[in-house]
């Protein structure tokens, strides 16, 4: 397909991934809340009266939602894709011919070179 748009999609899958990270990474146990990073107040002051559980999962919920999405699509590019070649055997007479026609043909001396060749120069 587009090379440009599934590097775009790569580019988002990549950033929801680093993102999925943080999140989890932010996430404590079931006992521990945001307040434990932030300080004893922070979980109500920064993300309401909800508390971040809430925030956290959702943010994180996106972030998959967005990398799942991404993975399909860069899958759907890469299905849809032509295979370059079968076999490295396929390939083999091919590169034989080629490979006697280009000694044969460096083989054999220019017009050139056979003219330099036998034209002396006076000294």
């Known amino acids: 397909m587009n090379t440009s748009l599934a590097t775009l999609v790569m580019i988002v899958q990549v950033i929801s991934a680093l993102v999925i990270v943080g999140l989890v990474l932010l996430q404590h146990g079931k006992g521990a809340d945001m307040g434990a990073s932030f300080g004893s107040g922070a979980s109500g002051s920064l993300f309401g009266a909800t508390g971040s559980s809430n925030f956290l999962s959702k943010s994180t919920a996106v972030a998959v939602a967005v990398f799942f999405i991404a993975t399909l699509i860069l899958t759907s590019f890469g299905a849809n894709k032509a ?41």
């Open 83 to 123: 295979p370059s070649s079968v076999g490295v055997m396929d390939n083999l007479p091919a590169a034989k011919a080629s490979a006697s026609a280009t000694a044969a043909v460096s083989a054999a001396p220019s017009a050139s070179a056979t003219a330099s060749q036998t034209t002396e120069i006076p000294k």
